[in-house]
């Protein structure tokens, strides 16, 4: 067996201060101790990696002077005790002089210190628990006390790998932090503890207008008034734990309060010591356990001030844990003054929901939600107005059957439960609802024909057969002499019948009133037109890139997105154009123009947007391009004036030719800009550019922003103007936001047809001599391919709204369906 020798003494100091450092935590509290000691009134943390990198704690104490600086990380050496009898009254924390030996055995530590006497400031230098031969100098610095500690545990690798996350060790820290910090508020003592070199800080009690109150009254030595005190701990309370705790705090919470953890529930003083005690915590629990629910917490600071003799603050190396006299009395004590304190609530409890700083996503989902309340509300009175509407024209139809002898009405159901919850759409008016019908129907009775039929139109005699007609899915079929013989493939497209211009039957549907009343005199052949590509676009998703102007743009996006508008576009039914700036659409029972035009705007200029960085590209001009130079020249003719238009005299052909040349000239310069641009035009936004022969700079492609969409090619002039003018290429978000929105105006743009359907020249916004609003081509883009990309991938911003007055606004509320459904009954 081997003999019992005793320990080197390098090893004995090193398991005391493994005893005693236990985590970073464990020296930044006796580091705060003693900064409480020195009489501080301020006392600022920072640490780096959790405190395992570095830590550094100043104070603005009492400090040290030269001469005991060496020996302040020596083992045993203390201003605070000089015999064994003193442990009995001893009311300061660092007391034993181990905290900073224990520090400078596991780590590289200095000590920065001068007293308020002292001319200048003194450094030194410590390892091993002692001084480092000439590390002791001058050195700048304030009145108190700077310790750093850097290199935790780097000569004991095994307890430093031993930690797992950074934050876990940096989030003890705040919490040993925060503890002190509410229970030195009512000592005018401020903290601030955050992570070294970051911006933000995660606690600062200085900041409290009432602890910086009892800070100023500290200095000047005047008394500290006991409200004052309490008042302040609260507002250290509310800081760090929150307003929702504090309204329900007297520095115990009542029972209108719990928390489901108790990570951070009890906070417990002995002698202005932060210790952990078991049998007070129990005791304090056994009170909260009728009043609060299952597995709930209250939060309770408690500070108790003990006799000296009756406290043993020397039972745990870390001095966390205390033992004293009577602990069984006095818990009793304490469970009664706390029962005491909240028999005067719990006959008048009442749990309120916790009140916490919304962040940025619960107030958009909040705004959005009151946005979508206040619309069912208008939709609420719009019903009721349209109900009265209806009840008003009910009656006057009512007086005027009575007069009339050509046919009987109807008879209406006496009440409305037959048709609650049906939502009317336009295809409604053109066929009867038989959703009421019995499943077997009455046969026929040629004999009760203008009895109970009604007149579906004046041109109709009464009797007609279009009431009796249902919509099916197969090709409607005029009848005609041909159609009978013709035979069409079932997979086939479905077939539509095209009848010459001059026929009756022209672009007429067959389940209008009246419609059989008509002959066909063309007798044209059937043909097979295949139906218009209606399907849903692709979805777009952001381009991934790192500036944070356009992750900034992209934001405004999504933060001023009307969520009640946008719903309703997913919804909506496509009703056709009326101009070459507005459709309508129809919204369940609504019936909305929309300015198409706008809205697509917003639309390309959102993906070009979301499309950034990573455009498709579509070629242009074939292999040669288009020439920048002539398409400028040619935007500048079409200008109606101002500083880039033709500026001509009335008189003289000469002086036409002279402002061509300048304006010639000013073209060639925005050709320039454009060339020197080209590089991020083409890498972010597809706009390529190359130069062609005689060094004229040529346009080959342009970005595919919507599948399926190329832009028109009228306005290609303008947008490569505008691109040169309207740009500043000198900002960065200006820049990026303009050239999205100039792409927006070149691809909303209309194309031009040329003539419309009524074979009729149509010029530029329908003139009303061209006999037509819109061209065909220009409606059927509207159709299909602006209006599904408004229902899936538009944004649509909040000033885009519905509204019912404004004449010129983008989306406008025309009429309600339950109400137009009277007036087409009648017609």
């Known amino acids: 067996m081997t003999t019992i020798q005793a320990l080197p003494q390098e090893i004995v100091d090193r398991i005391a201060a493994g005893e005693i450092v236990q985590r970073p935590a464990s020296i930044v509290k006796e580091l705060v101790e003693n900064s409480l000691d020195s009489g501080a009134t301020s006392i600022e943390v920072s640490a780096v990696k959790g405190g395992l990198e570095s830590i550094q704690i100043s104070d603005d104490g009492c400090g040290m002077t030269k001469d005991d600086l060496p020996l302040a990380a020596v083992r045993f050496a203390t201003s605070k005790l000089r015999t064994f009898q003193d442990l009995k009254s001893i009311r300061t924390f660092g007391f034993r002089g181990e905290a900073l030996a224990s520090a400078s055995m596991v780590s590289h530590l200095s000590i920065l210190s001068k007293r308020a006497a002292d001319s200048v400031a003194h450094k030194c230098q410590y390892s091993d628990g002692a001084a480092l031969p000439n590390t002791l100098k001058p050195s700048a610095g304030g009145n108190g006390t700077t310790v750093k500690v850097d290199d935790l545990f780097y000569n004991v690798p095994s307890r430093k790998r031993s930690f797992k996350r950074d934050s876990d060790e940096y989030n003890k820290i705040l919490d040993v932090v925060q503890r002190y910090s509410i229970h030195r508020a009512g000592n005018g003592v401020g903290f601030v503890c955050k992570k070294k070199n970051a911006n933000a800080v995660d606690l600062n009690t200085k900041s409290l207008q009432t602890v910086k109150t009892l800070s100023l009254k500290r200095r ?113 004590a304490v469970a009664i003054a706390i029962r005491s304190a909240l028999s005067s609530v719990t006959s008048s409890r009442n749990f309120t929901v916790a009140s916490v700083v919304p962040s940025a996503m619960q107030e958009k989902r909040e705004k959005e939600k009151q946005e979508r309340e206040k619309e069912r509300e208008r939709q609420r009175e719009r019903q009721k107005e349209s109900a009265k509407r209806a009840r008003d024209l009910e009656e006057k139809e009512n007086n005027d059957n009575d007069d009339d002898d050509d046919f009987e009405a109807p008879k209406r159901p006496k009440s409305n439960k037959q048709n609650s919850g049906k939502i009317l759409s336009l295809d409604s008016f053109a066929k009867p609802d038989l959703s009421s019908e019995p499943k077997r129907r009455q046969s026929y009775d040629p004999s009760k024909v203008g009895s109970n039929l009604v007149r579906t139109s004046s041109a109709a005699p009464t009797g007609a057969l279009e009431p009796f007609l249902r919509r099916s899915n197969k090709s409607p079929q005029a009848p005609s002499a041909s159609s009978s013989s013709s035979n069409t493939n079932a997979n086939a497209a479905p077939a539509k019948v095209q009848h010459a211009k001059d026929c009756e039957l022209y672009n007429l549907d067959i389940s209008v009133p009246g419609a059989f009343s008509l002959v066909c005199r063309c007798m044209a052949n059937k043909v097979v037109i295949p139906p218009p590509n209606n ?134 310069d925005m050709v320039k800009l454009l060339e020197s641009k080209q590089e991020l035009l083409s890498e972010y936004f597809g706009l390529n550019f190359k130069m062609g022969e005689g060094g004229r700079l040529k346009l080959t492609t342009l970005p595919n922003l919507l599948e399926n969409h190329s832009p028109s090619p009228h306005a290609l002039p303008l947008f490569l103007m505008r691109l040169a003018t309207e740009v500043d290429y000198g900002e960065e978000r200006g820049c990026f936001e303009s050239v999205c929105s100039e792409l927006g105006m070149f691809y909303a743009e209309l194309p031009l047809g040329g003539e419309g359907e009524g074979g009729k020249k149509v010029g530029e916004e329908g003139e009303e001599e061209s006999g037509e609003f819109i061209d065909k081509q220009a409606a059927d883009f509207v159709k299909h391919t602006l209006h599904p990309a408004f229902s899936y991938l538009l944004r649509p911003p909040r000033e885009f709204g519905v509204v019912e007055e404004d004449g010129d606004a983008q989306v406008k509320m025309m009429a309600t369906l339950s109400v137009l459904y009277k007036v087409f009954e009648r017609c």
Do not use: W
Request: charged fraction near 25%.
């Open 535 to 668: 399907r849903r676009p692709s979805k777009v998703v952001a381009s991934p890139c790192g500036y944070k102007s356009i992750q900034d743009l992209r934001n405004d996006v999504l933060g001023r997105t009307d969520q009640v508008l946008s719903e309703k576009l997913k919804t909506s039914t496509y009703v056709g154009a009326i101009s070459r700036q507005r459709s309508l659409i129809q919204v369940g029972v609504e019936l909305l123009m929309i300015h198409h035009y706008d809205l697509a705007k917003e639309l390309f200029y959102q993906l070009a947007l979301a499309r950034f960085g990573n455009v498709g590209k579509g070629s242009v001009g074939g292999e040669e391009g288009i020439d920048v130079l002539d398409c400028v020249l040619q935007a500048m003719r079409m200008s109606d004036g101002g500083s880039q238009g033709l500026r001509l005299s009335e008189n003289s052909q000469s002086s036409k030719v002279s402002d061509y040349t300048v304006n010639k000239e000013e073209a060639a």
């Open 220 to 332: 000047a030595k005047a008394d500290l008034p006991e409200a004052d005190q309490t008042r302040a701990k609260k507002e250290a309370i509310g800081h760090v734990f929150g307003s929702a705790l504090a309204k329900e705090l007297g520095l115990i919470t009542n029972a209108s309060y719990c928390v489901k953890s108790n990570s951070s529930a009890f906070v417990f003083f002995i002698n202005d010591r932060l210790v952990q005690s078991t049998g007070l915590q129990k005791a304090v629990e056994a009170v909260y356990h009728d009043l609060l629910p299952t597995r709930g917490r209250p939060f309770v600071y408690l500070s108790l001030d003990l006799p000296g003799p009756h406290v043993d603050v020397n039972v745990h190396p870390t001095k966390k844990e205390v033992a004293f006299l009577h602990e069984d009395r006095l818990c009793e």
